[in-house]
């Protein structure tokens, strides 16, 4: 169900930090995310931002053309599923 973009590919070292980060409990992993964006420079968060409203809009879009097969209280549910295990 999850699809994987990347738009570069990270060094061994981040691949690393990355698996090991990913056995986290989900609030310590979300701690982490957020110091790191913290970490970035204001135009980094910028391009990120814009980079994650593009996406909710592709993703309506998606959605409203019937590509999308779940709701969005479906894809919340789901994340709570997720959250939980």
Same mark, same amino acid.
Do not use: H, K, N
């Given at each position: 169900?999850?699809?994987?973009?990347?738009?570069?590919?990270?060094?061994?070292?981040?691949?690393? @930090?990355?698996?090991?980060?990913?056995? @986290?409990?989900?609030?310590?992993?979300?701690?982490?995310?957020?110091?790191?964006?913290?970490? @970035?420079?204001?135009?980094?968060?910028?391009?990120?931002?814009?980079?994650?409203?593009?996406?909710?809009?592709?993703?309506?879009?998606?959605?409203?053309?019937?590509?999308?097969?779940?709701?969005?209280?479906?894809?919340?549910?789901?994340?709570?599923?997720?959250?939980?295990?």
């Amino acid at each position: 169900m999850r699809r994987e973009r990347r738009m570069f590919e990270m060094s061994p070292r981040g691949t690393e @930090l990355l698996d090991e980060i990913l056995t @986290l409990p989900p609030q310590e992993r979300a701690q982490l995310a957020e110091r790191i964006l913290d970490s @970035l420079s204001p135009d980094s968060t910028r391009a990120i931002q814009q980079m994650c409203a593009d996406e909710a809009e592709s993703r309506l879009d998606a959605y409203e053309r019937g590509e999308i097969a779940l709701s969005g209280e479906e894809a919340i549910a789901w994340l709570d599923e997720q959250a939980v295990s």
